[in-house]
């Protein structure tokens, strides 16, 4: 139950990214979506001796400071998380957990995957959780946890939002738009997969019951309640904790046929659907069937996203010759067109580090020159991330015997202006950009709405299409340049 009346309701969002986490308080009702940052702390993962490991605690402490700060603007009516998908902390018996959770960019899981895949196979593993094959997925983590020392004592796993929701509460579940992901569920029964669980030899009891968005996630504990300033009955909401499912969530589409781009670390690119594809063609394809709201199915692909472009410039800052990002953007859209293309997700790209030299052994590997220029290169990143947009969605349609008429980018790539009129350009259909607030703007809108203050999905993007700042791009340029650069990249 709300702790303060529907008309002056405040929800606080937790919206934990790859590299930064904030506090986000928002206001929504009739006419009325508006956010503001409480709270923002940086996401540093950590290198230990056996790989590298999420900060949960720093990340946790920086979560309770936001709510603090949040409390002293007024009454909290809900609280709401969301984070990235498929990483997870083992409980023990008495519900502590049993070391820093690891990073799905740590290099153990390639010798799993290949073990679980012996196991099960690619089609059977596809054929149950629709998910698309990548190698840190949950189901392959935890077979890289078999040999662990923990493995013994654990008895809980929970996905990092459902972590963060059981240190704030006390109980214990899991999130169905973050389960989806961890291909140990049953893409078409929308429930746990009993069977792939049992057939890896993992413990049906450590996974938890499921919880929609929407669904009470408890209140907070006593000594939450004194830290933050908020009242011991503030409840917190289960909300599409999965930040792409959020995301989607607050896409402003009013029409149909609409495909999205959530853009931001990755590029999530895909349709929404009423049902799965589990088609051996889509397996084929690599695409991912994720549960998203109210039953909806989240068909896409990932594709590695800014954070090439991040990368490369953390790369140049170390070497101390960084320019600013507005610089590089001027100088990218001056260099010369398709002079060097990348594969985004090729995997020499996953793991941290010098992403600028594995750009030049990635060009000098497919016959292309490497770029003599910072702007040189941010132009070929983006350049690539607008082609493999346009791959991806139109193999979805394809796949989903779907028509597109709109591309929606939304998250914190709709900003970028090149990147947003580059990917109109190249499958020759209208973008719209924004919100770039997207995931918050979800996180937000779910509260609400369970809150009574919002209708359901369809007023939920139309409330975002009328109060939140959009941009439209239309096509433009030379259509057969754009082909050709495609044909460059098509598999020989």
Known sequence: MSVTSPSDAVFAAVDLGATSGRVITGRAGPG?????EAHRFPNTPVRLPDGLRWDVLALYQGMLDGLRTAARSGPIASVGIDTWAVDYGLLDADGALLGLPFHYRDSRNGQAAEQVLAECGAQELYSVSGLQHLPFNTVFQLAAHQASAHRGAARTMLLIPDLLVHWLTGTVGAEITNASTTGLFDASAGTWSDALIGRLGLARSWFPPLREPGDPAGTLLPHVAEYTGLPAGTPVTTVASHDTASAVASVPAVEPGFAYVSCGTWSLAGLELAAPVLTEESRAANFTNERGVDGTIRYLRNIMGMW???????????????PGLAELLADAARARPFA????????????????????????????Q??????GGYVRCVLESLAL?????????????????????LVGGGSRNELLC?????????????????????GNVLLQARTHGLVGDLVDMRRLVAQTQELRHYTPQGDQQAWDRAAARLEPA
Do not use: N, Y
């Open 421 to 441: 009129q580059w990917t109109a350009d190249a499958t020759g259909l209208p973008v719209t950009a924004g919100p770039a607030e997207a995931t918050a703007l």
């Open 388 to 408: 493999a947009h346009r791959r991806t969605l139109r193999q979805a349609a394809g796949l989903a015997g779907r028509e597109l008429t709109r591309i929606h």
């Open 308 to 322: 090439l472009l991040e990368e490369c410039r953390r790369a140049w800052e170390r070497q101390g010759t960084a």
């Open 32 to 36: 009325k979506l508006v956010l503001t």
């Open 340 to 367: 060097a293309l990348i594969d985004p997700d090729d995997e020499t790209f996953l793991a941290p580090g010098d992403i600028p030299s594995r750009m030049d052994a990635h060009l000098v590997r497919t016959g």
């Open 369 to 374: 020159k490497p770029p003599d220029t910072p």
